[in-house]
């Protein structure tokens, strides 16, 4: 089968792989009809997640229809259409029980030398091949399939797999209050679901802080207050637009591929090249930090990776603000996100900028890193 494969930093390619086979009874493979990129592949591709081991595949969110069954599979059947959620969890153990499916147990066994199951990911995350496939394997099956409405169409339903949740769990962990006002750090694919989010809430001032003029107009068309941070300090305007005291919750959508303002770079023609890590993992959550208004809440979804170690502690702590992160529990959130899609109560399509062919995928992967006008979001579509 074909695959997008990780060679090393800055170098993939769509390769002719061997397939993958059942090897648990408790697996299922599922061929993928539809998969994406997302802002975190570009962090492993960039080098700024570490511990790639070359020779894995690539891509963590999917929907398809399941080809074979484990002998222990019994609620997933051959020829069901399922969304895959990104993180793998066994669905028993302690942490599963809780919902809490990114710390599953099997996978973190609680030695912190292994993190969050997920596919297409570093050493530390399985490593389990992932979804940029014409067929996964996906480990127990009966909890880590959900299946699709006939209705629901693949386009529809992909964003399930992985950002939907995830910009869920953003605004859960901010506790939002009616009156709050909010800002969203970001305004990649996840920045921009959690904007639709707030506003599905009745959330009326919400700031959208990013440098990307495609993304902001569209947060802006969403009905946010779109701030450019290489033409405009974000914590000044921040707090000048809240009569000083900054606002009541932050959601950072941005993570370790954080940018400082282009006047500050030396030569701004770098950020042209292609898989350029970021120059300033620490910037989004300083201005995060500085930028809340005093027992703010701060709920970071954009991912930080484990030897990231540089917060503004002091600052938070001297604020009381309230601090929550973490991996997406994907599998807890998506039986409800689904029935909003399918009940039309919210309509995650045109997000979904790009639906290029499979066979173009390493051509898109560039666009997309490049974070060029109007590519929010790439979908891949499988050869049938
Ligand atoms: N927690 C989870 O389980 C989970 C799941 C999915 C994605 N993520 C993470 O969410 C983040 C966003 O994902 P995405 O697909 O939208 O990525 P993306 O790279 O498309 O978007 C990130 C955006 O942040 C902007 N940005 C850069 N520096 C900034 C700064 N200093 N201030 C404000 N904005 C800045 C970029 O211009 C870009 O538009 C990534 O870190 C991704 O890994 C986390
Ligand atoms: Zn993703
Ligand atoms: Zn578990």
């Given at each position: 089968?074909?695959?997008?494969?990780?060679?090393?930093?800055?170098?993939?390619?769509?390769?002719?792989?061997?397939?993958?086979?059942?090897?648990?009874?408790?697996?299922?493979?599922?061929?993928?009809?539809?998969?994406?990129?997302?802002?975190?592949?570009?962090?492993?591709?960039?080098?700024?997640?570490?511990?790639?081991?070359?020779?894995?595949?690539?891509?963590?969110?999917?929907?398809?229809?399941?080809?074979?069954?484990?002998?222990?599979?019994?609620?997933?059947?051959?020829?069901?259409?399922?969304?895959?959620?990104?993180?793998?969890?066994?669905?028993?153990?302690?942490?599963?029980?809780?919902?809490?499916?990114?710390?599953?147990?099997?996978?973190?066994?609680?030695?912190?030398?292994?993190?969050?199951?997920?596919?297409?990911?570093?050493?530390?995350?399985?490593?389990?091949?992932g979804m940029q496939a014409e067929m996964v394997r996906v480990p127990f099956a009966d909890v880590g399939l959900v299946t699709i409405p006939t209705d629901v169409t693949d386009s529809q339903a992909i964003l399930l797999s992985d950002i939907l949740p995830t910009a869920y769990m953003g605004v859960e962990m901010a506790d939002i209050q009616p009156t709050?006002?909010?800002?969203?750090?970001?305004?990649?694919?996840?920045?921009?679901?959690?904007?639709?989010?707030?506003?599905?809430?009745?959330?009326?001032?919400?700031?959208?802080?990013?440098?990307?003029?495609?993304?902001?107009?569209?947060?802006?068309?969403?009905?946010?207050?779109?701030?450019?941070?290489?033409?405009?300090?974000?914590?000044?305007?921040?707090?000048?637009?809240?009569?000083?005291?900054?606002?009541?919750?932050?959601?950072?959508?941005?993570?370790?591929?954080?940018?400082?303002?282009?006047?500050?770079?030396?030569?701004?023609?770098?950020?042209?090249?292609?898989?350029?890590?970021?120059?300033?993992?620490?910037?989004?959550?300083?201005?995060?930090?500085?930028?809340?208004?005093?027992?703010?809440?701060?709920?970071?979804?954009?991912?930080?990776?484990?030897?990231?170690?540089?917060?503004?502690?002091?600052?938070?702590?001297?604020?009381?603000?309230?601090?929550?992160?973490?991996?997406?529990?994907?599998?807890?959130?998506?039986?409800?996100?689904?029935?909003?899609?399918?009940?039309?109560?919210?309509?995650?399509?045109?997000?979904?900028?790009?639906?290029?062919?499979?066979?173009?995928?390493?051509?898109?992967?560039?666009?997309?890193?490049?974070?060029?006008?109007?590519?929010?979001?790439?979908?891949?579509?499988?050869?049938?």
């Amino acid at each position: 089968m074909k695959a997008v494969v990780f060679k090393g930093i800055g170098d993939i390619a769509l390769e002719e792989v061997q397939s993958p086979i059942i090897q648990d009874p408790k697996d299922a493979l599922v061929r993928i009809t539809m998969s994406t990129i997302c802002g975190t592949d570009l962090h492993m591709i960039r080098g700024s997640m570490t511990g790639m081991q070359p020779g894995t595949i690539l891509g963590h969110e999917g929907v398809g229809i399941v080809e074979k069954v484990g002998a222990d599979v019994k609620k997933i059947k051959v020829g069901d259409r399922v969304i895959i959620p990104s993180t793998i969890a066994c669905g028993t153990c302690d942490y599963c029980k809780k919902k809490i499916y990114s710390q599953c147990d099997y996978y973190t066994h609680n030695d912190s030398q292994t993190n969050t199951a997920f596919y297409g990911g570093p050493k530390k995350s399985g490593p389990f091949n992932g979804m940029q496939a014409e067929m996964v394997r996906v480990p127990f099956a009966d909890v880590g399939l959900v299946t699709i409405p006939t209705d629901v169409t693949d386009s529809q339903a992909i964003l399930l797999s992985d950002i939907l949740p995830t910009a869920y769990m953003g605004v859960e962990m901010a506790d939002i209050q009616p009156t709050d006002n909010i800002a969203v750090f970001g305004c990649g694919p996840v920045g921009q679901l959690v904007i639709l989010l707030l506003k599905r809430s009745g959330i009326k001032t919400i700031f959208a802080i990013d440098n990307v003029p495609s993304r902001l107009a569209l947060a802006e068309k969403q009905g946010a207050h779109a701030i450019n941070f290489d033409h405009e300090d974000p914590v000044s305007v921040l707090k000048k637009l809240t009569h000083g005291k900054g606002p009541d919750k932050i959601i950072d959508a941005v993570g370790i591929d954080a940018e400082q303002p282009h006047y500050t770079w030396a030569d701004s023609s770098d950020h042209q090249a292609q898989w350029l890590p970021g120059n300033a993992p620490w910037q989004a959550l300083q201005w995060e930090v500085d930028a809340l208004c005093k027992a703010g809440t701060l709920s970071i979804i954009g991912v930080y990776p484990g030897p990231f170690h540089l917060f503004p502690i002091g600052t938070a702590m001297g604020k009381n603000l309230i601090i929550k992160m973490g991996n997406c529990n994907h599998r807890a959130y998506i039986p409800k996100l689904l029935e909003w899609v399918h009940k039309k109560e919210i309509d995650l399509t045109p997000f979904i900028t790009q639906t290029i062919s499979f066979d173009k995928v390493i051509d898109a992967y560039k666009h997309f890193d490049k974070r060029e006008d109007g590519w929010l979001k790439v979908a891949l579509l499988m050869p049938s």
